[in-house]
């Protein structure tokens, strides 16, 4: 299918998984509206097709840990936001004890 797209733009995102997205979402926040976001296929039809949804906050670095949280966060203010509602459950998930080399985290 032949699209027109823009000759310039101050931001171009290849890949419109939950990262392309995320990224195009958070440039928005910042106030950037000249994105372009080109996906090959569909919008999430990538990895992100197949994910549970889930959002683990326990993981194995503080930084990925911290995103995990950061993340837990953001879609529950989506809620908040009409046209945005995504279907959030909490569950108490069951961890197995981590490897001892990850304790160190
Ligand atoms: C079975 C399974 C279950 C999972 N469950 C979970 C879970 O519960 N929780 C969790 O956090 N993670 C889960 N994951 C991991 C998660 O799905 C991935 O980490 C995440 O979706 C990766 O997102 P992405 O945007 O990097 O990649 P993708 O979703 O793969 O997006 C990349 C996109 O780029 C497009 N693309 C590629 N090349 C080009 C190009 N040249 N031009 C234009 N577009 C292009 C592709 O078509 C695709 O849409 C799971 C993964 C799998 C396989």
């Known amino acids: 299918m032949a699209v027109d797209l823009p000759t310039r733009a101050r931001a171009v995102i290849v890949g419109g998984g939950v ?32 994910a549970a949804g889930l959002v683990g906050q326990l993981r194995q670095s503080i930084n990925m840990t911290q995103l ?9 203010g989506l809620e908040a936001e009409p046209a945005k509602r995504p279907a959030i459950a909490n569950a108490a998930p069951y961890h197995s004890p981590p490897h001892p080399a990850a304790w160190r985290n």
């Open 19 to 50: 990262i392309g997205c995320s990224v195009a979402y958070h440039l928005t926040k910042m106030g950037w509206s000249d994105i372009v976001l080109l996906e090959r296929k569909q919008l999430t039809s990538g990895t992100t097709w197949h």
């Open 68 to 76: 995990a949280r950061y993340t837990a966060g953001l879609y529950r």
